[in-house]
Antibody, heavy 116, light 109 residues
Framework: QVQLQESGPGLVKPSETLSLTCVVS?????????WGWIRQPPGKGLEWIGN???????YYNPSLKSRVTISVDTSKNQFSLKLSSVTAADTAFYYC?????????WGQGTLVTVSS | SVLTQPPSASGTPGQRVTISCSGS????????VNWYQHLPGTAPKLLIY???QRPSGVPDRFSGSKSGTSASLAISGLQSEDEADYYC???????????FGGGTKLTVL
């Protein structure tokens, strides 16, 4: 059974960089298709951030592309999200998930608040 | 959202409800549609994939369909535990990425 777990700071200051890691267990990250990040601002809907293949090739949401970097570390079986120059609008629950044309395995999510 | 869903839907226990998802040729019109159920405080759950396929463990009360640039999720024999937010999603060839509908909040009266 594929399991994903997000980790990272729950509070980030405006203009700084949000960094989250998703550890994958029960499945080799190199054996999968894509690994993705999705977020949900409080009271709003789901927003796709981006997907990455185990070889490092990635797709990003055009609205976030200039600020987003997703990377993968196959040796640690994990992948990471960096979102730069954050503002209060980036406050959200962040989820990592496995994508094979659909997101069928999800992490439990982590709340990141952007505030000084 | 590029995919349009009604913001809310409701029904009484035992009823059948449907939730629509309207898109365009670059997304629903050219790719498959997936549906997710999201309960507050939990991770979203894949409910329907590839337009009408149910993952293991999803009751057959849930069904999906697609026609042209629109899709719909049907829930029959509505139960109180079905009260949740429902999202459609698809790949968009123009945006080159995954798009979600705005979500539909289902209330069981």
């Amino acid at each position: 059974q594929v399991q994903l777990q997000e980790s990272g700071p729950g509070l980030v200051k405006p203009s700084e960089t949000l960094s989250l890691t998703c550890v994958v267990s029960g499945f080799s990250i190199s054996s999968g298709l894509y690994w993705g990040w999705i977020r949900q601002p409080p009271g709003k809907g789901l927003e796709w951030i981006g997907n990455i293949y185990h070889n490092g090739s990635a797709y990003y949401n055009p609205s976030l592309k200039s600020r987003v970097t997703i990377s993968v570390d196959t040796s640690k079986n994990q992948f990471s999200l960096k979102l730069s120059s954050v503002t209060a609008a980036d406050t959200a629950f962040y989820y990592c998930a496995y994508y094979e044309g659909y997101f069928d395995y999800w992490g439990q999510g982590t709340l990141v608040t952007v505030s000084s | 959202s590029v995919l349009t869903q009604p913001p809310s839907a409701s029904g009484t226990p035992g009823q059948r409800v449907t939730i629509s998802c309207s898109g365009s040729r670059s997304n629903i019109g050219s790719d498959t549609v997936n549906w997710y159920q999201h309960l507050p405080g939990t991770a979203p759950k894949l409910l329907i994939y590839s337009n009408n396929q149910r993952p293991s463990g999803v009751p057959d009360r849930f069904s999906g369909s697609k026609s042209g640039t629109s899709a719909s999720l049907a829930i029959s024999g509505l139960q109180s535990e079905d009260e949740a937010d429902y999202y459609c999603a698809a790949w968009d060839d123009s945006l080159i990425g995954v798009i979600f509908g705005g979500g539909t909040k289902l209330t069981v009266l």
